[in-house]
């Protein structure tokens, strides 16, 4: 073999190999990409978690405020009660009570007791009007935790998909990954903002 057919060989396989790290290249191309999106997934499944957890504790706690409330409504109301009942007995009393000391009593605490039945009825209200407003907060967190847990599945499902297309370098099963990761990150952001 001369000389100038060594160069050509020699310079066919410096094509060859210029051409396999040209193609190794493209290659780590889309894996590069792969990662980007599989940390972007990962960070929002990371956020999904996170914001999920606080709506659920939100909720929880909103519906532990809102049980008190109520507990204490049926308080007031048993009160209520109460004095309603000792009312209708003054009331009843009062009809065969001749006027003097004994009538001027029973009008007093007739009295008292209407005050205090008026005064648990606007109790009542007040504990109503708030133990619902803790219903409220407990049922928005639920619907925004509810978003993100489905965010948290899809998102997923999708770090999955590509964690298997990085092990075994196939591009189809990265581009299948991106479906449920799409799917997610519409979770993930209607978790934020409820438009569905």
Known sequence: MNEQERA???EEIKADILEKEKADKEKDKWLNYLS???ILIA???TLSTFMGGQHS?????????ASDQWAFFQSKSLKEYLYTVQLDNLKTQLISTPPGAAYDSITKHINEYTSNVA???TEKDQISSEAKRLEAIRD???KHGAAFEL???FLEVSILLSSIAALIKVKPIWYLSMV?????????????????
């Open 140 to 142: 928005d967190s639920q």
């Open 119 to 121: 005064k648990y009825k």
């Open 180 to 196: 449920p990761g799409l799917i997610g990150i519409i979770y993930f952001i209607n978790g934020f903002l409820l438009l569905f």
């Open 43 to 45: 960070l929002c499944a």
């Open 36 to 38: 980007i999106t599989t």
């Open 8 to 10: 050509e060989i020699h």
């Open 57 to 65: 504790g939100s909720s929880v706690d909103s519906q532990m405020q």
């Open 151 to 153: 965010a948290i599945v």
